[in-house]
């Protein structure tokens, strides 16, 4: 799936076992980052995000659409520049664990200001642990680039 925006589309670094996209948001910080961070805002774009309590250590949900409810826990905050959150979705496994795994990845959105909006990186981290790096990289370049095209539009459509 080709993003649908302006801004680049993520990149796998096979050496490193990540996947990064770097994308530009015509919207405060403040904005973005209650989007990547409140669950109300997050199951707008993203997918239904339950998390029980808040702050680093709360965990919960992301349910997708036809693929089921992903394991998450929130890992580091550092309002609001960076939320760190991992996740146990290992798509080459075929499998949803009920729980986070030996074989979870961790992605961080890093939030920069800028004169006409903000600047958002996400870096996901830990592929080298997931049943086939390869295949689970290139699945979350793809998702990455759907997920964050969505975010674009909902935050510069004015919702």
Request: charged share 25%; glycine share 10%; aromatic share 8%.
């Amino acid at each position: 799936m080709e993003h649908m925006t302006d801004n680049p589309a993520s990149v796998i670094d096979e050496g490193q076992f990540t996947v990064r996209r770097t994308i530009h948001i015509a919207a405060p910080v403040e904005k973005v980052w209650s989007a990547v961070t409140d669950p109300e805002h997050i199951s707008k774009w993203f997918g239904r995000a339950d998390f029980a309590g808040a702050g680093v250590g709360a965990t919960g949900t992301l349910t997708f659409d036809g693929y089921g409810a992903v394991p998450i826990r929130v890992e580091a905050i550092d309002e609001p520049r960076m939320v760190s959150y991992r996740w146990g979705n290992d798509d080459a496994s075929g499998v949803l664990p009920e729980q986070l795994d030996d074989h979870s990845t961790v992605f961080t959105f890093t939030l920069e200001p800028m004169s006409n909006g903000t600047q958002l990186t996400v870096v996901e981290t830990g592929f080298d642990v997931t049943s086939d790096p390869a295949a689970n990289m290139e699945a979350h370049r793809e998702g990455w680039n759907g997920e964050l095209d969505k975010l674009v539009a909902l935050l510069e459509g004015g919702s």
